[in-house]
């Protein structure tokens, strides 16, 4: 699997938006950016996913760069709910079934 | 909305016995996985499971474990002889197994937490 590189935690006030970036300089042209989030001592949750273009969805949005060499979660309105780490991970789209692979994600504080 | 459930969700154990940690999966999901989280460490992967058997398996996923498919609904993960460095949370997870983008999201259940003493 293609590597991302994240910064290790961001902090963010309750009801303002934040930018989650994600650095991925290797991806190939079949790899689908894939976001996960991971409350307290809960299990990891999809948020959103994306190939080329911007993505929305009930969660999130995700913007990918033009050469998508970088992506940005986007959480709209952050919630104390919000706090987590994020992480983000690229799976190939030609692959049945293939594992996730967890790096050390982004820890997101969010303040009252 | 269908989810992953993991029983139980705590179990407490003794070095060298076994144990079994349970999951069913989202029901017409084809794909099944076992992770594993070490207290303030990365999650990471031990096993995925598809069309009754092993498709793929990390080096943590040594002869110790095993996983099995009962029946239709069941998904479990046996540790034949607990070590103390098997404590951890045990995330099970699921996915459709069709190829592409969402098609390939996998859901996770709320894990079972293992303490070996």
């Known amino acids: 699997d293609a590597k991302t590189t994240q910064p290790n935690s961001m902090e963010s006030n309750e009801e303002e938006p934040v930018h989650l970036p994600c650095n991925h300089s290797?991806?190939?042209?079949?790899?689908?950016i894939h976001w996960y989030r991971q409350l307290p001592s809960q299990g990891p949750e999809y948020v959103i996913h994306?190939?080329?273009s911007n993505v929305n969805n009930r969660m999130a949005s995700l913007a990918i760069a033009e050469d998508r060499k970088s992506s940005t979660l986007i959480l709209h309105r952050a919630t104390l709910r919000d706090a987590a780490v994020y992480y983000c991970?690229?799976?190939?789209?030609?692959?049945?079934?293939?594992?996730?692979?967890f790096g050390s994600g982004t820890i997101l504080r969010v303040k009252s | 909305e269908p989810e992953v459930t993991q029983t139980p969700s705590h179990q407490v154990t003794q070095m060298g016995q076994e144990v079994i940690l349970r999951c069913v999966p989202i029901?017409?999901?084809?794909?099944f996985y076992w992770y594993r989280q070490i207290l303030g460490q990365k999650v990471e992967f031990l096993v995925s499971?598809?069309?009754?058997?092993?498709?793929?398996k990390s080096e943590i996923f040594d002869d110790q474990f095993s996983v099995e498919r009962p029946d239709g609904s069941n998904f479990t993960l046996k540790i034949r002889s607990t070590k103390l460095e098997d404590s951890a949370m045990y995330f099970c997870?699921?996915?459709?197994?069709?190829?592409?983008?969402?098609?390939?999201?996998?859901?996770f259940g709320p894990g079972t937490r293992l303490l070996v003493l």
């Open positions: 997870a699921s996915s459709r197994g069709l190829a592409g983008g969402s098609r390939e999201t996998q859901y």
């Open positions: 991970i690229l799976r190939d789209s030609m692959e049945y079934g293939n594992k996730l692979v």
């Open positions: 994306g190939l080329t």
């Open positions: 290797t991806i190939s042209g079949t790899d689908y």
């Open positions: 499971f598809y069309n009754n058997e092993i498709s793929e």
């Open positions: 029901s017409n999901h084809l794909y």
